[in-house]
Nanobody
Framework: QVQLVESGGGLVQAGGSLRLSCAAS????????TAWFRQAPGKERDFVAG???????DYTDSVKGRFTISRDSAKNTVYLQMNSLKPDDTAVYYC????????????????WGQGTQVTVSS
């Protein structure tokens, strides 16, 4: 049984930082494409950052230079380091895992976590 469990969300002031974690069980993160998506109230779930099994990463334009996706194979965990946070980053953040290379497409992902809330105050 595959489980993805996110943690690390919270309330932070604009300009601050948070690191989200996604602990995986039932699959090996280094053999999957993994990603972070986010969903703000009343909006669709949007791609934020992704990492292919090869280690190649992609980011949506609005977070480039501020967010970094990484993984720790020993801990079987994927991370999202978020710096210089803005109020527009406020959303529920979801971790996802799947097979394929089109990292920004939601349909690629077979497994999703339950989400963690990130709130950035101005």
């Amino acid at each position: 049984q595959v489980q993805l469990v996110e943690s690390g969300g919270g309330l932070v002031q604009a300009g601050g930082s948070l690191r989200l974690s996604c602990a995986a069980s039932g699959l090996t993160v280094s053999r999957y494409t993994t990603a972070w998506f986010r969903q703000a109230p009343g909006k669709e779930r949007d791609f934020v950052a992704g990492m292919r099994w090869s280690g190649r990463t992609d980011y949506t334009d609005s977070v480039k230079g501020r967010f970094t996706i990484s993984r720790d194979s020993a801990k079987n965990t994927v991370y999202l380091q978020m710096n210089s946070l803005k109020p527009d980053d406020t959303a529920v953040y979801y971790c996802a895992a799947g097979v394929g290379t089109l990292v920004a497409g939601r349909t690629l992902y077979d497994y999703w976590g339950q989400g963690t809330q990130v709130t950035v105050s101005s």
